[in-house]
């Protein structure tokens, strides 16, 4: 089997297209994780925010354009005046409930 290189794996991951015919998904081993409920979808989207506050705090590196993570942070706390590293341990805090 072939490697694939970094423009196909980014649209293999995006799109769920399989790049590389060598394989099936029935070959695949590993479980799927699949969120159909909507407290499983809403803790992932928490886990979501949390991760990407965690990027923008300890690297400085930018999760999208604009502060999205930390609106949705603000958002979901409903508190308008955190900042980003107030905000991660709020969500913290949410999630070791």
Not at 15 to 44: N, R
Not at 45 to 56: G, T
């Amino acid at each position: 089997m072939r490697e694939l290189n970094e423009e196909e794996l980014v649209r293999e991951a995006v799109t769920g297209e399989v790049i590389d015919s060598d394989y099936s998904w029935e070959e695949i081993e590993e479980p799927i994780l699949v969120l159909d409920t909507p407290d499983e979808i809403e803790m992932y989207r928490i886990l979501a925010i949390r991760k990407a506050l965690q990027l923008e705090v300890t690297t400085g590196m930018r999760f999208s354009k604009g502060n999205h993570a930390l609106w949705r942070a603000r958002e979901l706390l409903g508190k308008p005046k955190l900042n980003k590293k107030q905000a991660l341990k709020e969500m913290n805090e949410l999630l070791d409930m």
